[in-house]
């Protein structure tokens, strides 16, 4: 039967995505080698799921909410009822990418059988200005070729809201990348401390030069 719902408002929904499928009878007896007999209860696998998060989510922290439907032992010990439950998931800030939230016992029951864990994998969901790698934020604007020669300053709205400037001083190669200090996400262990906010430049090329422009790009360049 199905088990799970998604209930918190994401668009990333998790309607539909889990099932459980019994091979026991109803008298709770396990077929074996065309003989049944009274085997001792396993637990199910563990169901896992993916719990994607905005990285605003992960940097700020939040609760997420989680209705669940499976099936519940009835009285008799044979037959089974369908029950919603709710499951809440305080994500704490700077968790990462891989993070395991684990319930244990909420999958479904059935006569003779233990019920699986549900475990939750945090997956961060695509984000428009940074990707991450650990704790620290990676930022890749598109500068002119002229300001990666000679200067200049990028803008960034951060997680919190906030413009910093991230000034020029240096050359700027394909290669090229400036560390700003405290600008990253928050350490889970220490939440008052952050990585770093990677800024990874991109160089816009002109198209065309007229013969004016390259001769002065060669004598400054000679």
Aim: net charge neutral.
């Amino acid at each position: 039967g199905r088990v799970f719902r998604e209930f918190f408002g994401g668009d990333d929904p998790f309607a539909d995505f889990f099932k459980f499928d019994s091979s026991l009878d109803a008298d709770g007896v396990a077929p074996f080698g065309g003989m049944k007999g009274r085997s001792q209860p396993k637990q199910d696998p563990p169901v896992e799921q993916e719990l994607a998060l905005t990285l605003e989510e992960v940097f700020n922290g939040c609760t997420k909410k989680i209705k669940i439907s499976r099936k519940i032992l009835n009285d008799d010990g044979r037959t089974t009822s369908k029950r919603e439950k709710i499951l809440t998931i305080t994500v704490k800030r700077g968790w990462k990418e891989g993070t395991k939230v684990t319930f244990q016992k909420e999958g479904d029951q059935g006569p003779n059988k233990i019920p699986a864990d549900i475990v939750f994998t945090v997956k961060d969901k695509p984000h428009e200005r940074f990707t991450r790698e650990g704790s620290d934020l990676i930022y890749k604007p598109i500068i002119p070729l002229v300001t990666a020669l000679t200067g200049g300053s990028t803008e960034v709205l951060t997680l919190d809201g906030r413009i910093i400037r991230v000034p020029i001083t240096e050359i700027v190669s394909p290669d090229y990348r400036k560390r700003v200090v405290g600008e990253g996400m928050p350490l889970v262990q220490d939440p008052s401390q952050r990585g770093d906010l990677m800024v990874e430049f991109g160089i816009q090329f002109p198209q065309t030069l007229n013969p004016e422009q390259k001769l002065l790009i060669k004598q400054a360049l000679s």
